[in-house]
Structures are given as C-alpha cells and as structure tokens.
C-alpha cells in the first residue's frame, strides 16, 4: 500500500445566497493514495466540481468550507490562503475542463509555460524552464515546433493536452482532473485517458478524476466513489462497485449506460434536488424505487459492505438502528409530505 497523500474528512463547501445557503458539498469523506486514480461520478448538480474546487481553495467568495483536507500533514482548510496558493502547482494540480476558457487567447504557449515556472520556481533559470516545458509538451504528444504558437492555433484535443502538460510541469502530487475530456472525440478521449494512467504510474501521482461518464471510470480508476445530492453514497473499488453496485443511486446510473448493445433507452426518473432544502433524511428517496419508511425519516448512516466498499444506504443497515416498522415500503403520500417537511 502506498500512502495516503489526500485525505478528506467530512468536508463541507457551501455558498452563500440571498436566504439559505447551497449545500454543494454536505459531509463527505474520503482519501486518495500516491499512484491511485478514485473516479469521482454523479449526475451534473450533485457537488463534484464544488469538490475538485475546494481542495484546491478555488471556491468564489462568499462561500464557506467546514471539515478537514489533509494533504500530507497539512489540513488545506487550516492554513492561510497564501499558503495553499504557494501548493497550487507544484503539490496541487488542476485540470479544468474547457481549456479554450482558462488559455489566455493573447499569450504563446511558451509565455503560459515560462510563467508558470517563473512563479513556482523562481531559482530555475531560462534555459532550464524552456527544457522542461518541451519536455511536458512532447510527453502530451506536442512537437517543440509548436512551442511558439497561439492557443488558437491548435484543435480542442492538443490545447487539453496542452492544459495537461501545463498542470504536468510542476509535477504536482495530487492531480484534480474535472471532466478532462468532455467535449473531445473518443480517439482523443482515449488519447488523455493513456497520459493520465502513465502519469500516475510514471510519477506516483494521486489522481482524482471528476467525470459523469462512467465508462472512462471503468476504464481508468482503481477506486470510485458515487456522489449524489452534495454526499458520497457509496465508494470502493471499481471493479467491485461495478460488478456489486450497493446503493440504488449507483445500479440507477449503471443502468443508464449506453453501449452498442442498448435496445432499451433506461434513465432515472425525476432530477436531482435543490441543494438549498434537500429532501430530508436520505437524499434519493424521492427517486429510489426501493424507498422504505426509515429512509424519509432518518439518516442513512454509512456501513461497510465489503472491504473497502462502503454505501450510506438502509438496505445495508444497520438493522438495529431501523426503527420498528421503518422497513416497510414507503408510500407516494409519505414522499410528498417528506419532500415539505
Ligand atoms: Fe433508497 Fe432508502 Fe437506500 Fe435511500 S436509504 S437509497 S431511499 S433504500
């Protein structure tokens, strides 16, 4: 076992509003191991991005974070914002998902790359800085001809890798990628994903990989952990949670997968909640077609399915905690009511 290099526990990242805040994220805990990629999924909504942000202190103002990231010995939510901005880079990386946004239009790729190292490693010199960026450039597949070029003078797939190569230099220990590949065609797709898995097998970089796509999850997570109305609702090994999907949430979205074999169009009924007054108790009853009296009454409470897999779900318990006739079905009316309360 390698060691834990992001550890997160009940972390809370919510923004403020006119009245009740948003509860982005509301209470969830997980880690993340040197040379280990935990695919982070969920319908849009559901509090990823909030997440990815939060752990690099990326949140805008007026929101409010509670709980503990640990990188290494350091809780990120402890420490002044001067120091988490020193992290960003060569500890903390991010991979943003639409690169066109976050590429400055007006400046070469070289002044994006000598910039970034002038800031992170001031003592580097010309000569060294310019090596470096071409070698991240050419480990991406991009040619040091095209070092001096515009970023609108490459397709969408070379300026992702471009991003990635950027995030890439300071080889940082921790990778956020959210949705890396949205929006690119499957041969790029495929492209990134290779990048990723060498990194973290090259430099023993943790990998958080924020995506709705559960196929690039199967392909390129060790872990995977479900996340559904601002809470994790089941995590643990994706071969595990794929072939014995614990929570209802988790078989809904299997479910839903599209392959070249789909006859049968499948999709979860109803949309996720306002993550400003959530449904009370467990999130998903309103959408579980396995709902029971306890789940609009009571909170989940988070039980060991096997090892390493861990669902918040009634149906695993614990049964002592269900109170007496909490495990009948629950009603349509008792939703409603629960959805008011
Ligand atoms: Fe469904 Fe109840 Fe489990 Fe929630 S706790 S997912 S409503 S069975």
């Known amino acids: ?7 997160v526990s009940e972390l809370r990242a919510w923004y403020g509003t006119e009245g009740d805040p948003v509860r982005a994220v509301d209470g969830v805990s997980f880690e993340i191991r040197a040379g280990e990629t935990l695919g982070l999924v969920g319908e849009s909504g559901c509090g990823k991005s909030t997440l990815g942000r939060s752990i690099l202190g990326l949140l805008p103002e007026g929101s409010a974070t509670s709980g503990e990231i640990r990188y290494r010995d350091r809780n990120l ?12 880079g060569p500890d903390l990386g991010l991979i943003f998902q639409e690169p066109m946004t976050r590429l400055d239009p007006l400046v070469t790729i070289e002044r994006h790359f000598m910039e970034t190292l002038k800031t992170h490693e001031p003592d580097m010199s010309e000569r060294e800085k310019r090596t470096q960026s071409l070698e991240a450039l050419a480990a991406m597949g991009i040619p040091p001809t095209r070092f001096k070029q515009y970023p609108h003078e490459f397709s969408g797939g070379m300026r992702q890798r471009i991003m990635i190569a950027l995030a890439l230099v300071l080889n940082p220990k921790v990778l956020v990628a959210d949705e890396p590949t949205t ?5 790029v797709e495929g492209q990134i994903l290779g990048i990723l898995a ?49 929570h209802p949430y988790t078989r809904a979205l ?8 789909t006859t049968d169009l499948r999709y979860i009924p109803g949309a996720p909640p306002s993550l400003i007054d959530p449904p009370p108790a467990c999130r998903f009853h309103p959408r579980c077609p396995n709902a029971m009296a306890v789940c609009a009454s009571k909170f989940p409470i988070e039980t060991r399915v096997a090892d390493g897999h861990r669902t918040e779900c009634w149906l695993h318990g614990p049964d002592d905690e269900i109170p007496p006739g909490g495990d009948r079905p629950l ?11």
């Open 1 to 7: 076992m390698t060691e834990v290099v992001l550890d």
């Open 77 to 88: 939510l402890a420490i002044a914002p001067k120091e988490v901005r020193s992290l960003r």
């Open 183 to 187: 929006a690119l065609d499957v041969i």
């Open 198 to 246: 060498d990194l973290r097998r090259n430099f023993d970089t943790a990998l958080l990989l924020i995506t709705h796509n559960l196929g690039i999850v199967a392909e390129a997570c060790d872990r995977v952990a479900v996340m559904y109305a601002g809470r994790i609702v089941e995590q643990g090994g994706a071969r595990t949670v794929f072939a014995e999907p614990a």
């Open 254 to 261: 299997l479910d839903s997968i599209i392959s070249l074999g």
């Open 331 to 341: 009603e349509r009316g008792e939703i409603a009511i629960a959805e008011e309360a």
